[in-house]
């Protein structure tokens, strides 16, 4: 019951921050729970072997590149995914932060 629980709020975050961000759209709420899910994945697989692999660069910026990472797969899933858009880097850049501060903001209410 949990696990259905994170997946939900997960939807809501990605719903929000898609919400306030005007180069975002998202196609639903389904839409929206496969697209957190798909970049949770993304930053969890792919996202991890970049980090390892740019650590000394992510040290030297004091983890920007960490961030620059998520962006990216962030874009990596609006690439491969139709329901959910990004117009560009600056929006999922936008995107990423304003997802990281709901889904902060949800943490502290479950």
């Not at 998202?26 to 792919?46: C, K, P, R």
């Not at 961030?67 to 929006?91: E, P, Q, R, W």
Request: net charge positive; aromatic share 10%.
């Amino acid at each position: 019951m949990k696990f259905i629980i994170e997946i939900l709020l997960i939807g809501v975050a990605v719903s929000i921050a898609a919400f306030f961000i005007p180069g975002v759209q998202v196609n639903g709420f389904g839409s929206a729970i496969i697209a957190g899910i798909l970049i949770g994945l993304a930053n969890a697989t792919i996202g991890t072997i970049l980090r390892l692999l740019t650590f000394p660069i992510n040290l030297m910026t004091l983890g920007l590149m960490s961030f620059i990472i998520t962006v990216l797969m962030v874009l990596l899933v609006d690439h491969y995914m139709a329901g959910f858009n990004t117009s560009g880097f600056i929006a999922a850049l936008i995107f990423a932060v304003v997802l990281s501060v709901v889904k902060m903001i949800i943490g502290i209410f479950k």
